[in-house]
């Protein structure tokens, strides 16, 4: 599997949009990008997922590079219920076969 | 329709001995995938089952075991523990390969 890199935390303010990075610069054609978060103690919950398309549900946005070797999560106002662990994983099929990283600790303040 | 259904939600266990964890998937899920969370190694895959085979299988040591159900619910099974096994044990199913996994809220294993 392609491996990730993620900013170890980040701040964001109540009702802004929260911008995650994930840089995955050995992705392969056949790779998708997955986004999961988790509050603490709680299972991780999927957001969102895409192969090279911008894909938008209604929790977030996903912005791929064309190159596909990055991308961005995009949460368009963040709340506190936002702060919470969020893992980006690109895997050929699904998440179930991959190893999350350390993700990135966003923390939504007041 | 009901969620991921991991039980039990605690348990203390004494070193060498062996526990056995239960994840219900959700309806008509056939895949489970097993993972173990600890502090200092992060979320990390342990295995996954399909149609009560195995899939795939993480970098784990042979005590670490599982198996799939015909209703496809799924145990695992960690023998001879050590304490360094404490750690939330979380399964996620999924309704089939490139689709998303949803995850139990884990069992929290401490081994004494």
């Known amino acids: 599997d392609a491996k990730t890199t993620q900013p170890t935390s980040m701040d964001c303010a109540e009702g802004r949009a929260a911008n995650l990075p994930c840089n995955h610069s050995?992705?392969?054609?056949?790779?998708?990008v997955y986004w999961y978060r988790q509050i603490h103690s709680q299972g991780p919950q999927y957001i969102i997922h895409g192969l090279k398309n911008n894909e938008t549900n209604e929790m977030a946005s996903l912005i791929i590079t064309e190159d596909r070797k990055s991308s961005t999560l995009i949460l368009p106002h963040a709340t506190l219920r936002d702060t919470a662990v969020y893992y980006c994983?690109?895997?050929?099929?699904?998440?179930?076969?991959?190893?999350f990283g350390d993700g990135t600790t966003l923390t939504v303040k007041p | 329709k009901a969620g991921v259904t991991q039980t039990p939600r605690y348990l203390i266990k004494t070193r060498g001995q062996q526990v056995t964890l239960s994840c219900s998937p959700i309806s008509g899920h056939r895949s489970v995938s097993w993972y173990q969370q600890t502090p200092g190694q992060g979320l990390q895959f342990l295995f996954e089952?399909?149609?009560?085979?195995?899939?795939n299988k993480g970098n784990f040591p042979g005590r670490f075991s599982g198996r799939q159900f015909s209703n496809s619910r799924s145990e695992m099974n960690v023998s001879t523990l050590e304490l360094g096994d404490s750690a939330l044990y979380l399964c996620?199913?999924?309704?089939?390969?490139?689709?998303?996994?949803?995850f139990g809220q884990g069992t929290r294993l401490t081994v004494v």
């Open positions: 996620a199913s999924m309704l089939r390969g490139g689709t998303e996994a949803f």
């Open positions: 994983i690109v895997d050929n099929t699904n998440a179930g076969k991959s190893t």
């Open positions: 089952y399909f149609s009560e085979t195995q899939r």
């Open positions: 050995t992705i392969s054609g056949n790779e998708y």
